[in-house]
């Protein structure tokens, strides 16, 4: 064994440790996050609920509860005084008419380039083609892209594989006019797998990359910080489509952990005593001083 090891295992020398630029909040849930706080200072005898998570963030969320903001799945039947929040990830059309006529005021915190991509989608479907959606069905923000786009036609479809294009390639094939759109927070990579497949079977493809610019800086030098790091540390909710992303961006390249609090670091002792150079980085609903902690607990070795 040699020295240097002896001394990095039980001396812990300092590694290089950086930090991603574009780690944490980005300016959609930035602004989602001060705006409901912002609301409750302005409505202090309101109730105020957000119909699901605000952001995908356990410690958000218990955040804004001890403001007085509750994230709940269903709205109670009570609106008297009472504010709903939708969330950045936005809400089905049919929703946001329930909410008003239950008696809610409706503050809408959708992201604002989540509303271009509802967008998109109807005027793809308004101009007669064939809305495939790339993302995940079950998603909120597709939920959401596809229900707006429903409402203008019947052709659209939700994709995220191949083999979900394969299942739906007769339908797509016999309208030859296909209009794409994507999930604010799918990767480049991902979105041209299915891209290949769509293309034999259209006789026009008109793509909408909606991928959120805000997304594919984060993406993008996330994986420069691969390309020159023994290990990435990928911080926030494994619930989080864009942090999971990040963390599958990097996993080819080099060793890669996704933790959801620095105290998950102990669960990869071995790991992080072994490497180098440590980049760490984090998802759009990741807090600040979540990623300090992160980052100091690395750079004290405890
Ligand atoms: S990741 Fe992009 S689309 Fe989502 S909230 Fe942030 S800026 Fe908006």
Redesign the pocket.
């Given at each position: 064994m040699s020295a240097s090891f002896l001394e990095r295992r039980f001396f812990k020398l300092p590694k290089n440790i950086q930090s991603a630029k574009s780690a944490g909040f980005?300016?959609?849930?930035k602004k989602?996050v001060d705006t409901a706080k912002k609301l409750k200072i302005d409505n202090p005898n309101k109730k105020i609920y957000i119909l699901g998570a605000l952001?995908h963030n356990t410690l958000v969320t218990k955040e804004l509860e001890e403001l007085g903001i509750f994230t709940v799945d269903e709205l109670p039947v009570n609106a008297d005084n009472a504010i709903c929040i939708i969330r950045?990830?936005g809400e089905t059309p049919e929703r946001i008419e329930q909410i008003k006529e239950a008696g809610f005021e409706v503050v809408d915190l959708t992201?604002?380039?989540?509303k271009k991509v509802q967008q998109k989608a109807v005027n793809l479907a308004d101009e007669g083609y064939f809305v495939v959606i790339i993302g995940k069905e079950n998603h909120p923000?597709v939920i959401a892209i596809r229900a707006n786009a429903c409402l203008h036609s019947e052709n659209v479809v939700v994709v995220n594989s191949v083999d979900e294009v394969q299942a739906v390639k007769d339908a797509l094939k016999s309208h030859k006019r296909i209009g794409v759109v994507i999930q604010?927070?799918q990767t480049i990579s991902h979105v041209q797998e299915v891209i290949n497949v769509l293309v034999p079977l259209a006789k026009e493809l008109k793509i909408e990359n909606t991928i959120?610019?805000?997304?594919s800086n984060r993406q993008k030098e996330t994986l420069e910080l691969a390309k020159n790091s023994d290990l990435v540390v990928v911080v926030g909710s494994k619930t989080s489509a864009?942090t999971t992303h990040l963390a599958q961006i990097c996993e080819p390249l080099t060793k890669t952990i996704h933790i959801e609090t620095a105290q998950e670091l102990n669960n990869y002792k071995e790991l992080i005593e072994k490497a180098e150079n440590i980049s760490v980085t984090a998802g759009?609903s990741t807090p600040q001083n979540l990623i300090e902690e992160v980052i100091n607990k690395l750079e004290k070795g405890e």
């Open positions: 980005c300016y959609g849930v989602a952001i950045s990830h992201c604002p380039d989540v923000e604010t927070t959120c610019p805000s997304t864009n759009a």
